[in-house]
């Protein structure tokens, strides 16, 4: 995929006033937590023998994909939106309890994003560092992380000093069960300059959209 940037036509773009008052007069953030049932998403998975993390990494990032105000940023002094964001991930080491930035470049057949991911963590997994070797991810990256050892019932990620980073970041913990139900715990963090509520439903109803995708054969 050829990434994209579009410029939003401030005489046009609905939110322009929106985006005004939060970015620069009420800087804002959003965090908002929700567990998805994933009872019959997993065995699904386990069964296509696909990593989670990598499952989870697709369908998150195709439901910021689907919104251009999960997307919003800076260019060249222009604020506007790219066609699609990156996921960049941290890859853990247990040597040493560190953690390295890792990315992967979207795509939106699964197929491809699956071998993109494998041959990225094959290839610069043992990397040690902020940075895999891979190098810095490209601009049009957002934060992700999957932390299947730890669970949490609320998460908050402060970004009020990056008054110019408009991108989401997600993090997703340790599946919890209830009455007999599977939940993927998600936590999302936006700006409010360019994303509110009704966004962040669109994400997480895309997100449990893409299930069929990879329950049924």
């Given at each position: 995929?050829?990434?994209?940037?579009?410029?939003y036509d401030?005489?046009?773009?609905?939110?322009?006033q929106?985006f005004?008052?939060?970015?620069?007069?009420f800087?804002m953030?959003i965090?908002?937590?929700?567990?998805i049932?994933?009872?019959?998403l997993?065995p699904?998975?386990e069964?296509?023998?696909?990593?989670q993390d990598?499952?989870?990494?697709?369908?998150?990032?195709?439901?910021?994909?689907?919104?251009?105000?999960?997307?919003?940023a800076?260019?060249?002094g222009q604020?506007?939106w790219?066609?699609?964001?990156?996921?960049?991930?941290p890859?853990?080491?247990?040597?040493?309890e560190?953690s390295?930035?890792l990315?992967?470049?979207?795509?939106?057949?699964?197929a491809?994003?699956n071998?993109k991911?494998l041959?990225?963590l094959?290839?610069?997994?043992?990397?040690?560092?902020?940075?895999?070797?891979?190098?810095m991810?490209?601009?049009?990256s957002y934060?992700?992380c999957?932390n299947?050892w730890?669970?949490?019932?609320?998460?908050?990620?402060?970004?009020?000093?990056?008054?110019?980073?408009?991108?989401?970041?997600v993090?997703?913990?340790k599946?919890?069960?209830e009455?007999?139900?599977?939940?993927?715990p998600?936590?999302i963090?936006?700006h409010?300059a360019?994303?509110?509520?009704i966004?962040?439903?669109k994400f997480?109803d895309?997100?449990?959209?893409?299930?069929?995708?990879?329950?049924?054969?």
């Amino acid at each position: 995929m050829k990434s994209q940037f579009f410029t939003y036509d401030q005489a046009t773009w609905p939110r322009a006033q929106h985006f005004h008052y939060y970015a620069k007069m009420f800087p804002m953030n959003i965090s908002l937590n929700k567990k998805i049932d994933v009872t019959d998403l997993l065995p699904a998975i386990e069964k296509k023998g696909y990593r989670q993390d990598c499952v989870f990494y697709y369908m998150v990032t195709r439901a910021i994909n689907n919104q251009g105000e999960l997307s919003v940023a800076y260019k060249d002094g222009q604020i506007g939106w790219w066609n699609y964001l990156n996921p960049a991930y941290p890859v853990y080491h247990e040597d040493d309890e560190t953690s390295t930035i890792l990315w992967t470049e979207y795509d939106e057949d699964f197929a491809v994003f699956n071998e993109k991911f494998l041959q990225d963590l094959e290839k610069y997994g043992s990397s040690k560092g902020v940075f895999a070797m891979k190098g810095m991810p490209p601009t049009n990256s957002y934060n992700v992380c999957f932390n299947p050892w730890f669970s949490f019932d609320g998460f908050s990620v402060d970004l009020h000093e990056m008054k110019d980073y408009f991108f989401p970041t997600v993090d997703m913990c340790k599946i919890i069960e209830e009455n007999g139900r599977k939940y993927l715990p998600i936590a999302i963090t936006v700006h409010k300059a360019a994303t509110d509520l009704i966004h962040l439903k669109k994400f997480f109803d895309d997100i449990e959209s893409y299930f069929p995708m990879f329950i049924n054969d």
